[in-house]
């Protein structure tokens, strides 16, 4: 999940292992919930798209695997709609966009056949303060973290992994928080943490300092937010996946930029 410096921030890993070592890596391990949800999607709370207009998806692959699947185009959204998600700031409040949301050759993850950053690398200096995005409750705090950031299937032949080659430090210090509104924030490459598993926590509020854990190139944050009801997945690279033993799978993310307020100078947010 991200970098800093010319080049962007980046460090992207997944499972907690970087998968390149040029610029810095978003992180990904959240890379990028647990195994597939095993209770029945909630109401969808989004209209279906007004007839004759596509319906919404990160591309035609997406689209594609939504229709194998049999879930019909307008109706692939089970989680609330961004567009209706409020209370969002900025946890890095004076950061650099060091790697946007989107196709970048540094992503982990793969989509319509290009590798994409499934989130924002937010970066300033190394101990500066993050604060949380959102008011919630946290779920996975420090290096223990992949049953709640949405991957789907078995975790074991990665867990094995990390325990034989001694991978744990290798992994980023991460928070996840549960925002309270269908939605999941997901902090990671902290120096350290000010907050615990269970903790409530305020929009604004500390929760942990800017750093550079799990293989990133300079201290940063990465950022990213999903909804464990979503029906959408994304695909992680084939050897980023045959490397690490993780799961072909993960839930689909939101592009933050959707829900943070706008600044001057940034991208405009992709639509899911």
Excluded at 148 to 160: A, C, F, M, S
Excluded at 181 to 203: D, P
Excluded at 220 to 242: A, G, M, N, W
């Amino acid at each position: 999940m991200p970098l800093i410096g010319a080049q962007p921030v980046v460090t992207e890993q997944v499972a907690g292992v970087t998968s390149d070592s040029p610029p810095p890596v978003a992180s990904v391990p959240l890379s990028d919930p647990p195994a597939p949800l095993s209770d029945p999607p909630a109401p969808l709370s989004d209209p279906p798209a007004p007839a004759g207009e596509p319906p919404r998806a990160i591309g035609p692959a997406v689209q594609e695997k939504a229709a194998t699947e049999g879930i019909p185009f307008g109706e692939r959204f089970s989680a609330p709609s961004p567009a209706s998600l409020a209370g969002y700031r900025w946890p890095l409040p004076r950061g650099r966009l060091t790697l946007p949301y989107g196709p970048t050759e540094w992503g982990t993850n793969v989509v319509d056949g290009q590798r994409f950053h499934d989130g924002i690398d937010v970066a300033t200096f190394c101990g500066d303060r993050i604060a949380a995005a959102h008011d919630g409750t946290v779920l996975a705090a420090g290096r223990d973290y992949d049953d709640v950031i949405g991957w789907h299937g078995d975790l074991g032949p990665y867990r094995r992994l990390i325990k034989a080659k001694h991978y744990e430090r290798s992994l980023p210090i991460t928070l996840v928080i549960d925002d309270g509104n269908g939605y999941r924030s997901i902090y990671a490459h902290f120096s350290r943490l000010a907050v615990m598993v269970g903790q409530r926590v305020r929009a604004g509020q500390l929760i942990g300092y800017e750093g550079a854990t799990g293989h990133a190139t300079g201290c940063h944050l990465h950022y990213s937010l999903f909804s464990p009801q979503e029906r959408r997945t994304i695909e992680v690279r084939d050897d980023v996946r045959r490397r690490l033993h993780v799961p072909r799978t993960r839930t689909a993310r939101i592009d933050p930029l959707l829900v943070l307020p706008p600044r001057k100078g940034d991208p405009e947010p992709l639509e899911p």
